[in-house]
């Protein structure tokens, strides 16, 4: 029998709607109380590791929750299920898609609606993610992502949609899975997972969004001693508007890392334009595209990458690799 570790960090998967329908944290987790499908096939244990809401989880809480699974894999778990809040559920996956080693499965999961309302998708997605772990073919896939029937990677799945149950998307290259009647069916192959452990964060790594006539002042404001890295989220195919450029080049001079991705929410940042502001001449510059991934992950990634102690070629090598 296959032993299952359930760990929940809170989220709307953990929380009801009082008598005002206003959905609040409880003090005791419902979903961990619920009998899941597979009880009796499995062996599941839990730890109520967290009780948070996701916009308060940090990347150091990200660092806890690895922690917390690398000592269940070294004590010989076969799986991992996390309950996560869904507004940085996609940035969590990811943390610990670089962070952990790609040896047992581990799945996310979390719910739109708290669980006592009508329709609550909570108990749904628990128990797929859980059968997802405990699945053969879900091993060597790097962290999954379970909602809604879909499987996605921790990679690059994102929240699409403020409150509707179909919300995680994974744009351009689409989920890798699906589950019918409880049971995972792959269809796409993961591309290979990159593992770069740390066992502390920094602080200092940003992100910032362009937009039409975007000027220096947001980026200036960076220009000081605390800022370690930043990814800033292109126009189009990548590219910047120029009264923008003296600023980020001044954080250039100052050796820090600037990472460039598309604000689109489909494709992938390239070297397509060479005008003022333009992807060939960002790269020139001195940024770093990072192709495929938000922004969102790609500052995770940075994080992750100066967290290690990577610089210079190292670390360019491994934050503009995302697709390949
Ligand atoms: N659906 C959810 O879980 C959203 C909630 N605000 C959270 O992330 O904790």
């Given at each position: ?22 959905v609040v944290p409880n003090s ?69 898609d670089l962070t952990l080693p ?223």
């Open positions: 029998m296959k032993t299952i570790l359930a760990i929940h960090t809170g989220g709307t998967i953990s929380m009801s709607q009082n008598e005002n329908g206003e005791e987790n419902p979903i961990a109380k619920e009998q899941v499908i597979l009880k009796g096939q499995i062996n599941l244990i839990t730890d109520n590791l967290f009780n948070l809401p996701s916009p308060h989880i940090t990347p150091q809480i990200m660092l806890k929750l690895k922690q917390r699974i690398l000592k269940a894999i070294t004590h010989g778990i076969d799986g991992v299920v996390i309950t996560h809040g869904t507004d940085t559920l996609e940035e969590t996956a990811y943390f610990l790609n040896t047992v499965p581990v799945v996310l999961t979390g719910a739109m609606r708290s669980s006592n309302e009508v329709g609550s998708d909570g108990l749904y997605n628990f128990q797929n993610a859980i059968s997802i772990a405990a699945t053969p073919e879900s091993y060597g896939k790097g962290v999954l992502v379970a909602m809604n029937d879909e499987i996605h990677t921790a990679r690059f799945v994102t929240k699409t949609h403020t409150t509707n149950v179909d919300t995680f998307r994974t744009p351009t290259f689409g989920p890798i899975g699906i589950v019918t009647q409880h049971k995972a069916k792959y269809f796409q192959e993961l591309i290979q997972t990159e593992v770069c452990d740390i066992d502390h964060v920094i602080e200092g790594v940003y992100l910032l969004k362009a937009y039409a006539g975007v000027n220096g002042d947001l980026f200036s404001a960076l220009d000081n001693e605390k800022t370690r890295g930043l990814v800033i989220e292109g126009l189009g195919a990548g590219n910047v508007p120029p009264q923008a450029l003296p600023a980020i080049q001044k954080l250039l001079d100052r050796h820090i890392p600037i990472v460039l991705v598309s604000r689109c929410y489909n494709g992938v940042a390239q070297k397509i334009y060479d005008y003022v502001g333009g992807g060939i001449q960002l790269e020139k510059m001195g940024l770093i595209l990072c192709q495929g991934l938000n922004g969102q992950k790609a500052r995770i990634k940075l994080l992750v990458a100066l967290s290690n102690g990577k610089k210079g070629a190292q670390l360019h090598e491994f934050v503009s690799n995302a697709i390949s």
